[in-house]
């Protein structure tokens, strides 16, 4: 559900070994039906799952993905209860404020949550490429271990190596504190991923934002499933270096960002706190002047 770069390469991946139903928009779901799926890069795939630009076709599935957009959240999850009720929900996005959301919108669903730090990025209709290698993480929400372990099996046979862990909202916290990190700075700078630490400036910006947003998490009591969060930032701009981000795809696409599901959620928790945080309020206020100037008037 939402098939845009991430959807596509692991509906793609699944393919190979399930039936898989895309749900998109309708120029993508014209040429996957006419040319197939075509991924390029680190993977080299071309697929025919079934394409639809209706929630509806997903009555009968046994998993679905949203991979939706943070601020589609609650519409896609509403649609999807309707669709296929019985179905294991996994939230296969960016963002740290969408667990309520699904909550919210499919409260009878067995839900999971799902985070992946693969590099995509979407070509064009029917066309996406494989940019960056990553790791992919789950954990059950209302789901049932037993379903969130079924769930992961039936993805690793499709090839996405999934680790299961406990407490995925500590992960979820890691992974929002990445592109808290990384892809603001893409928009801002205008940049792939890995220049952010070729040019001495910029690293000493993503240090800023981390340091902020690791204070941030110390108040809000997270314990993060890593010894060096920084690290881990400097690791994922390496592993997707030639990567744009999602956040400038979109800014490149003339469409809205997730940034305040991001850093917009990281600045709100420190306010809360009391925290000043100068560089997360720059880059916020930075990618939204960019996000107004870049969308056509009627989307804004």
């Known amino acids: 559900m939402g098939a845009g770069a991430v959807g596509s390469l692991v509906g793609a991946m699944l393919s190979g070994h399930h039936e898989v139903v895309l749900v998109g928009r309708a120029a993508h779901v014209e040429a996957v039906r006419e040319r197939g799926l075509r991924v390029t890069g680190l993977s080299r795939i071309v697929a025919r799952p079934g394409a639809s630009t209706s929630a509806r076709a997903l009555a009968g599935c046994e998993l679905v993905l949203l991979t939706v957009k943070a601020y589609d959240t609650l519409v896609a999850a509403r649609s999807v209860a309707r669709a296929a009720p019985d179905a294991v929900l996994i939230a296969l996005q960016n963002g740290m404020d969408n667990e309520g959301k699904l909550r919210h919108a499919a409260p009878g669903m067995a839900t999971c949550r799902g985070l992946t730090s693969m590099g995509v990025t979407f070509l064009g209709p029917g066309r996406v490429r494989h940019a960056g290698a990553g790791s992919t993480q789950m954990g059950a929400l209302t789901a049932s271990r037993a379903q969130a372990m079924r769930a ?52 000493e910006e993503m240090g800023e934002l981390c340091d902020e947003a690791l204070e941030v998490a110390r108040r809000e009591r997270v314990r993060l499933p890593h010894p060096d969060p920084r690290l881990r930032v400097e690791e994922v701009a390496r592993l997707t270096a030639g990567n744009r981000s999602s956040m400038l795809q979109d800014i490149d696409r003339g469409r809205r960002t997730e940034v305040g599901s991001i850093t917009g959620h990281i600045v709100r928790l420190g306010a809360s706190h009391g925290l000043p945080m100068p560089a997360s309020r720059a880059a916020l206020r930075e990618v939204r002047r960019i996000e107004r100037s870049a969308m056509p008037a009627r989307r804004r």
């Open 152 to 203: 992961a099996r039936e993805l690793g046979e499709g090839g996405l190596a999934v680790e299961l862990v406990n407490d995925i909202g500590a992960h979820v916290w890691l992974k929002g504190i990445v592109n808290h990190c990384i892809n603001p700075l893409t928009v801002i700078h205008r940049c792939r991923n890995g220049r952010l630490l070729e040019v001495a400036a910029y690293r």
